[in-house]
């Protein structure tokens, strides 16, 4: 689905549908014992977090852009703005849930029965709807609009879903698809993929790992010739036979 830009708000957070499963990526320090290493051991810290939130970030970017060149097409056109297409209405998803059922796609998720609970209402049968946190403004205009907040049972909610309309939760990322200016009156377009069960797939690879590694000044290795100074590597390898190994390798001076 398309839909017209509403407003700017970011969130880290992510949320793929049932059957995209991602690859674990692990990241792995390894230390060195040398006082260079432990000297430098609270800067390494910092940046393998700061690695590993862009390694995730990618990740999201790279699913991102695969889920846009996989999706079949349907335009917002039931609102009132004027533009095409239009803003999100609960008319438009309504359409899209009846197009699913119509090809058979199963919900991802179950229904959220309601309970006697002040402020909070029961949660249908849904699908997964995947978009920009820029779709937050038009998500809480939309008729029918249910904010997780009041979900009756909190149990298993990602921190990346904002709520539901009708049969679609949807969740957000502030690496969502937008095409810039691409809307009849040039305002940003924004691509929500929501996907049925098992709409997705992967391909698991043999010992795939994301490996942090530091390696102190004048350290020589098998692979390396010595090295001058402190660097980072960030090493993704996917490991097969012995002497068989695909790498990709980035580097930061630490």
Known sequence: MKMRKSEHRYSWQRKLVKGIRRVSLAILIIWSVSPVAESNSLVLN?????LGQSLRETEDQLIRDMLAGTASV?????GVNGDNPTELTRADVDGVVATLQGNDGDFVANVIEGQDKFGTGPVRDSYFGM???GMIGQLEAANGFINKAQYPNQANISPAEWGSIGNVRFFLSSRGSVTVAASLLGADVYNCFISAQDAYAKIEQNGVSAKFIYHP???TTKTRILVKSPLIDLEALTENAEGDRAQATERWAA
């Open 74 to 78: 349907v335009n917002c056109v039931n």
């Open 131 to 133: 978009c920009d946190t």
């Open 46 to 50: 910092e940046a393998a977090a700061r």
């Open 217 to 219: 000044p004048g350290l």
